[in-house]
């Protein structure tokens, strides 16, 4: 959209002013999400639908010991409906939690400074969270693999991934959960934002936690996000909230894979971030041997 002022409105404008207006994407992400998980949305909407349609029969036959049953489980849909798109705003919107952005916090990341984001080819964060550096730069690294991330919703995502723009800001590669494409100990930052959960099976969640280990500098920083089972997720998502790891697990996971969790912090109850250092020196031993540091 153009805004045009006309210049006899202000003699001392001699030129017109064009002003761009960008479309708002308050709802971008949530409008992401849905049509990546579409099929759940669709069955939610297509049981209130017969919900409807099944009331609405009976009380036209005179069957009235199902109209309550049907408006039991009409609210029942409706809430999971809500809950389900307000957890999906929440998480995937600008305005919303923005994992990311309170990771960068978390590690103390500087506009200067070189981070590795590993993706999987969503490629929306990168994209946010490159407006907060200067000089600095995020490697992002795709280690999908259609083995070993096997979710029909992650597929979908992909295909609707935003292009990746030219920007010296931002450098695209390509890897793998076991062969992160850097040197050893070459990067100070490596930001994982609910990537290991896409893994099904946990040994390949422990050799992308020791890829990351291998890369990260001495006291180089690994800054993870995970959604957790707690009881917001429970009210959210009912049943499907056992898939969710407790707490404990993600702590126990880094332990396992030589990190120490320096920080925490639970955001609305709907998703856990972490951060964990690279241990060097005398921590590194004392890890090791599991002495208290």
Not at 89 to 116: C, E, N, W
Request: glycine fraction near 8%; aromatic fraction near 10%; charged fraction near 20%.
């Amino acid at each position: 959209m153009i805004v045009v002022i006309p210049c006899h409105l202000f003699p001392g404008l001699n030129v017109l002013y064009l002003a761009p207006m960008k479309r708002s994407t308050r709802y971008r992400g949530i409008t992401r999400h849905v049509s990546a998980n579409w099929p759940i949305f669709a069955v939610m909407y297509i049981g209130l639908v017969l919900v409807l349609l099944i009331s609405g029969i009976s009380l036209q036959k005179g069957w009235l010991s199902f109209v309550p049953l049907m408006l039991a489980l009409g609210i029942v849909l409706v809430y999971f409906l809500g809950t389900s798109l307000w957890a999906a705003h929440k998480l995937h919107d600008l305005d919303g939690l923005r994992p990311y952005d309170v990771l960068f916090d978390m590690g103390q990341i500087k506009a200067t400074d070189s981070i590795v984001y590993v993706d999987l080819g969503l490629r929306v964060a990168p994209l946010h969270l490159r407006r907060r550096l200067t000089t600095g730069k995020i490697i992002v690294v795709d280690v999908y693999n259609p083995q070993w991330t096997t979710g029909q919703a992650l597929i979908r995502a992909r295909a609707q991934a935003p292009q990746p723009p030219s920007d010296p800001r931002l450098v695209w590669q390509n890897g793998r959960f076991d062969l992160l494409p850097l040197p050893d100990k070459s990067v100070p930052f490596v930001m994982l934002d609910q990537i290991l959960s896409q893994c099904w099976q946990e040994g390949d969640r422990v050799r992308l936690l020791k890829e990351a280990h291998r890369i990260l500098t001495p006291n180089g920083r690994l800054l993870l996000a995970e959604r957790i089972r707690t009881q917001t997720n429970w009210l959210v998502y009912g049943p499907g909230g056992a898939r969710f790891k407790p707490v404990d697990y993600w702590q126990d996971l880094l332990q396992e894979t030589g990190f120490i969790v320096r920080r925490q912090e639970n955001l609305s109850g709907l998703i856990y971030c972490f951060r964990a250092d690279n241990p060097s020196g005398s921590e590194a031993r004392q890890l090791a041997l599991a002495l208290p540091i």
